[in-house]
């Protein structure tokens, strides 16, 4: 007896799985894919390892085309600091404007609210800003390079640091090759670009470890509510719950708190010292001096918005009504500390 709808699996709880010939998108909808290769399949396509080696040598390349562009400011004695002045504005409004967007695109995962179409579509394409570029392809590409919840997983933690080795050979090359009077520009490009990086990363990387850990029981059984194929407690899914909570400390608590740490132990010199400017400049400059630790927060903040409301359960109204709690306090703190230095900047942030 077929009960559930064309291109949905009968076998599994729900009707929340697809057939063969057929993937899920945005984890709601079975969409046609004729020939689908990783519809059950343990290993990853061939075309999936290509495109994803393929991108990680993209991204040497731009990494080293920034660390070897020329720049007038960069002549200047004191380029490193400058640069780390100049930019600081641009990259807090782009830091503002990535955090919202990445916010905005996991919503799906977050809150289990049944989205328009059109609203789904829109927040699929925002998932680039979580370095998500699959989102891009369309979903002819997505097709051939489906994979499962748990293998996603693995290439999503192995991610961050195939991206910083990508970074610090290019550093290395650029160090061995340029002038040692570029020496602190280069340090300066290094840093910015780290910070940055994981900046963008973080939410991502956090929604992806809390959504292992979001199960749901369906008939006495634990079932992983992002791939209903697989079941919860059992010896697969262990040793993924192990592996992320290795990564959760690396990613969610170890590398904010050793920001936070190198700010508070410097915060009588954050402001004065130049090579403090210069290297961790992207992560405080635009803040007053009280406030120098507010970036921290901030990532803070976006962590509660995705991985931790997935953790509370889309069941709950204390889910929605945390969001709601955690963006007012927000806005109520930034109005009331004028945590920036420029009023652009907390007017951006607020609206």
Same mark, same amino acid.
């Given at each position: 007896?077929?009960?559930?709808?064309?291109? *949905? #699996?009968? @076998?599994?709880?729900?009707? @929340?799985?697809?057939?063969?010939?057929?993937?899920?998108?945005?984890?709601?909808?079975?969409?046609?894919? /004729?020939?689908?290769?990783?519809?059950?399949?343990?290993?990853?396509?061939?075309?999936?390892?290509?495109?994803?080696?393929?991108?990680?040598?993209?991204?040497?390349?731009?990494?080293?085309?920034?660390?070897?562009? /020329?720049?007038?400011?960069?002549? %200047?004695? #004191?380029?490193?600091?400058?640069?780390?002045?100049?930019?600081?504005?641009?990259?807090?409004?782009?830091?503002?404007?990535?955090?919202?967007?990445?916010?905005?695109?996991?919503?799906?995962?977050?809150?289990?609210?049944?989205?328009?179409?059109?609203?789904?579509?829109?927040?699929?394409?925002?998932?680039?800003?979580?370095?998500?570029?699959?989102?891009?392809?369309?979903?002819?590409?997505?097709?051939?390079?489906?994979?499962?919840?748990?293998?996603?997983?693995?290439?999503?933690?192995?991610? /961050?640091?195939?991206?910083?080795?990508?970074?610090?050979?290019?550093?290395?090359?650029?160090?061995?090759?340029?002038?040692?009077? *570029?020496?602190?520009?280069?340090?300066?490009?290094?840093?910015?670009?780290?910070?940055?990086?994981?900046?963008?990363?973080?939410?991502?990387?956090?929604?992806?470890?809390?959504?292992?850990?979001?199960?749901?029981?369906? %008939?006495?059984?634990?079932?992983?509510?992002?791939?209903?194929?697989?079941?919860?407690?059992?010896?697969?899914?262990?040793?993924? @719950?192990?592996?992320?909570?290795?990564?959760?400390?690396?990613?969610?608590?170890?590398?904010?708190?050793?920001?936070?740490?190198?700010?508070?132990?410097?915060?009588?010199?954050?402001?004065?010292?130049?090579?403090?400017?210069?290297?961790?400049?992207?992560?405080?400059?635009?803040?007053? /001096?009280?406030?120098?630790?507010? #970036?921290?927060?901030?990532?803070?903040?976006?962590?509660?918005?995705?991985?931790?409301?997935?953790?509370?359960?889309?069941?709950?109204?204390? %889910?929605?009504?945390?969001?709601?709690?955690?963006?007012?306090?927000?806005?109520?703190?930034? @109005?009331?500390?004028?945590? *920036?230095?420029?009023?652009?900047?907390?007017?951006?942030?607020?609206?």
């Amino acid at each position: 007896m077929q009960r559930c709808a064309l291109g *949905y #699996d009968n @076998a599994n709880p729900l009707c @929340a799985t697809c057939v063969t010939d057929y993937i899920l998108v945005q984890g709601q909808k079975c969409y046609p894919c /004729p020939g689908a290769y990783n519809n059950g399949a343990e290993e990853l396509s061939i075309e999936l390892v290509f495109a994803f080696g393929t991108g990680w040598f993209i991204g040497f390349i731009i990494f080293v085309l920034y660390f070897f562009s /020329p720049s007038k400011l960069l002549d %200047q004695l #004191d380029a490193g600091e400058t640069v780390a002045v100049k930019t600081s504005d641009f990259l807090v409004k782009l830091k503002i404007f990535i955090g919202f967007m990445q916010c905005f695109s996991l919503f799906p995962f977050t809150f289990d609210i049944p989205w328009s179409t059109n609203v789904l579509e829109m927040m699929k394409y925002f998932e680039v800003f979580s370095l998500d570029f699959f989102s891009l392809l369309g979903e002819t590409i997505n097709c051939k390079m489906q994979t499962r919840f748990l293998q996603t997983f693995q290439l999503h933690m192995l991610l /961050p640091i195939l991206i910083f080795l990508a970074l610090m050979l290019a550093y290395a090359l650029a160090t061995c090759t340029r002038s040692k009077t *570029y020496s602190e520009t280069l340090k300066t490009r290094l840093y910015t670009s780290a910070g940055l990086i994981f900046y963008t990363l973080s939410t991502g990387l956090a929604t992806r470890i809390f959504r292992l850990f979001k199960c749901k029981l369906i %008939q006495e059984k634990w079932y992983l509510v992002a791939d209903y194929t697989q079941v919860c407690f059992e010896t697969k899914w262990n040793s993924f @719950a192990i592996m992320a909570g290795v990564f959760g400390v690396i990613y969610v608590v170890g590398i904010p708190i050793t920001e936070l740490l190198v700010l508070f132990c410097n915060r009588s010199k954050l402001y004065e010292k130049k090579n403090l400017k210069t290297r961790f400049g992207s992560f405080y400059l635009h803040y007053k /001096p009280a406030a120098y630790y507010f #970036d921290v927060l901030d990532l803070a903040r976006r962590l509660l918005l995705t991985g931790g409301l997935i953790m509370m359960g889309g069941e709950s109204v204390a %889910q929605i009504f945390l969001g709601i709690v955690v963006c007012a306090i927000w806005v109520i703190v930034l @109005a009331y500390k004028e945590t *920036y230095h420029c009023m652009d900047l907390i007017t951006v942030e607020v609206f």
